[in-house]
């Protein structure tokens, strides 16, 4: 009896693992490293038609044994990975797994890159349309040109504020210095300047006075 059983509880492991790596997707095909460059590489791949696939797990290896790394990473549709820190001038191995709902695939055959040498300056002539390693810095060349819009923009209003204020100044000005010269060509009373009249001399202080004439009879 309990032979009977032994036998039928390693059957129904054997049917459990069995379904459970029938539902296991395939491996990523076509496994490739593009970008590559001093400190960063980017690693791609394609999954078989058909396949659910819900992330990826990815085993980074230098070829001298000196450092292992793995990324893992679900609830994605990415087919794409940006290896960072890496060491220039450096062999490495990298292998992708699928991550499916039953579990992860086999790994894919192990591919050998070489990081490049001195060469961490970006360049634009090999990028991808869509790569993911260029996204972080078209968004921030994007908010560098927001940013030095609105700077510009600023600008150019306080230097609009600064000449609309100097040319109010300027009138202000104008119209005191006018103000000021009419004060100064204003006439003195008539009092202190002498009042001509028919080529006569008028004043209080000075009064036409007849004259004298001595008539004598005989």
Not at 21 to 44: E, H, K, Q
Request: aromatic content about 8%.
């Amino acid at each position: 009896m309990r032979t009977v059983l032994t036998v039928s509880w390693v059957l129904f492991l054997f049917r459990c693992f069995c379904l459970t790596g029938a539902n296991r997707p395939a491996a990523p095909v076509n496994v490739s490293i593009i970008l590559m460059r001093a400190r960063s590489s980017t690693v791609t791949w394609n999954v078989p038609e058909g396949e659910a696939v819900i992330g990826y797990a990815i085993s980074l290896q230098r070829q001298d044994g000196l450092m292992q790394r793995f990324i893992r990473e679900v609830n994605t549709t990415s087919r794409a990975c940006v290896l960072w820190d890496l060491d220039e001038n450096t062999d490495y191995n990298i292998q992708v797994q699928s991550i499916g709902l039953h579990g992860e695939s086999e790994a894919s055959k192990s591919v050998h890159f070489r990081t490049l040498e001195n060469s961490d300056h970006f360049q634009a002539g090999i990028v991808a349309q869509g790569d993911p390693s260029v996204e972080g810095l078209n968004i921030s060349r994007s908010l560098l040109t927001e940013e030095m819009v609105i700077i510009m923009t600023v600008l150019l209003m306080w230097a609009a504020v600064i000449a609309l204020f100097c040319r109010q100044y300027d009138i202000i000005k104008d119209n005191d210095s006018s103000s000021h010269s009419k004060e100064k060509t204003k006439p003195l009373s008539e009092h202190s300047t002498p009042d001509y009249r028919n080529g006569g001399l008028l004043g209080s202080k000075f009064q036409r006075t007849p004259s004298s004439v001595s008539i004598i009879k005989v």
